[in-house]
């Protein structure tokens, strides 16, 4: 046992890391949360951070969602998910389009939208501060776009509110 201990004491700034991130992604989502009158359940349930990111790389892969993008990707019933989409749009983060196929609603970004992507942008720049010098630069190089611009984005869409 005590060598598995031993072991563990190895992982000493990853844990750090991760904690570290983990605390100020909690800070960032409250803070979103009471600024934006999100309510605290679609804060502190990990599955609508899921869902919410899901939203988010749709809007960047396609420019909107649908239904059937969220339904399945965590355990959260079909209902709940529908109830924090029909309260988002309530509040202007979304506009209903019926897509081609009239059956399919499309939920497209609005100014609104930004803020929460704006937000997620964010948690991106603490990530990378949390696992300290030289990961910017592997970001970088892996995913194709600097801190940098990463700020700049997170800017601009903070501006359009």
Do not use: C
């Amino acid at each position: 046992m005590k060598n598995k201990l031993k072991d563990l004491t190895n992982l000493k700034y990853l844990s750090d890391a991760i904690v570290s991130f983990e605390l100020k992604k909690y800070e960032v989502i409250s803070k979103f949360a009471e600024t934006s009158d999100w309510n605290q359940v679609y804060v502190n349930d990990s599955r609508y951070e899921l869902i919410r990111l899901i939203m988010l790389s749709n809007f960047v892969t396609k420019g909107f969602f649908t239904m059937s993008d969220l339904v399945g990707a965590t355990n959260l019933n079909t209902r709940s998910i529908e109830r924090l989409i029909s309260r988002a749009t309530k509040q202007g983060y979304f506009e209903k389009i019926p897509s081609k196929d009239k059956r399919v609603i499309e939920y497209h970004p609005t100014k609104e939208a930004f803020s929460m992507v704006a937000m997620h942008l964010s948690l991106m720049e603490v990530l990378a501060d949390s696992l300290g010098p030289g990961i910017k630069e592997n970001l970088e190089k892996n995913i194709g776009v600097s801190m940098d611009q990463i700020k700049e984005i997170i800017s601009e869409l903070q501006e359009t509110n």
